[in-house]
């Protein structure tokens, strides 16, 4: 499977601590880009970084990328409980005009 | 970004029926694409829709199971066949966003009992 993998599975934490969750993919890729889910519904994009970028920053967010590792993280600073969701990473791969999501991330944050 | 719609929101179906998922979208795009998640798992590519041609499946996915249409730029359909209960999950719409993002419908839960 091309999928990417994504770790941890699940992670909690309280209010203001820091989230980070790991993605690795397997094939080159134009792009990769985060993704979050709120319970089962549709999925909103949060941010992208490119091939040629090492780190990228949108608000409380900070994405890194090495390709070397095939590797991506993504940090979320000051959490908040509407930061409850689940995370994907998403690759999108040489030539193929798609996205291949990766497994994801269940993040409960807590009051 | 686009405005996505897909109808029904969530429905109950026996086994060995059909359902047809409608995805609308509020303005033109080329491109669409359906994605299936089963429950507690990631988004799996079922093809790519573009108008005025045949839906590309991906590995897994054949036409028979989950015909598409694709009848204008603005609308697409999905049907998923001779249901079973594997074929329970979260069905999504999306589109081609700005620098090669995707924007999300809101889904649609289908349990097959």
């Known amino acids: 499977s091309q999928q990417g993998e994504e770790d941890p599975q699940a992670l909690s934490i309280q209010e203001g601590e820091n989230a980070t969750m790991n993605c690795s993919y397997k094939?080159?890729?134009?792009?990769l880009q985060w993704y979050r889910q709120n319970s089962g519904r549709g999925l909103v994009h949060l941010i992208l970084?490119?091939?040629?970028?090492r780190e990228k920053h949108s608000g409380r967010l900070r994405v890194t990328l090495d390709t070397s590792k095939k590797s991506s993280s993504l940090l979320i600073t000051a959490s908040r409980a509407a930061d409850t969701a689940s995370y994907f990473c998403?690759?999108?791969?040489?030539?193929?005009?798609?996205?291949?999501f990766g497994t994801g991330t269940r993040l409960q944050v807590f009051p | 970004s686009a405005v996505i719609s897909q109808k029904p929101s969530r429905d109950i179906c026996q086994r060995g029926t059909s359902l047809t998922i409608q995805c609308q979208v509020d303005?033109?795009?080329?491109?669409m694409f359906w994605y299936r998640q089963q429950p507690g798992q990631s988004l799996t590519l079922i093809a790519t829709?573009?108008?005025?041609?045949?839906?590309?499946?991906e590995s897994g996915f054949v036409i028979d199971k989950f015909p598409i249409s694709r009848p204008n730029l603005t609308f697409s359909t999905l049907t998923v066949s001779n249901m079973s209960p594997e074929d329970s999950s979260i069905y999504l719409c999306?589109?081609?966003?700005?620098?090669?993002?995707?924007?999300f419908g809101p889904g649609t839960r289908l349990l097959v009992l």
């Open positions: 999306s589109v081609e966003g700005r620098q090669e993002t995707q924007y």
């Open positions: 094939t080159s890729i134009n792009n």
């Open positions: 970084i490119r091939s040629n970028e």
């Open positions: 998403a690759t999108d791969v040489w030539f193929a005009d798609k996205l291949i």
């Open positions: 303005s033109q795009v080329t491109m």
């Open positions: 829709a573009n108008q005025g041609s045949e839906a590309t499946y």
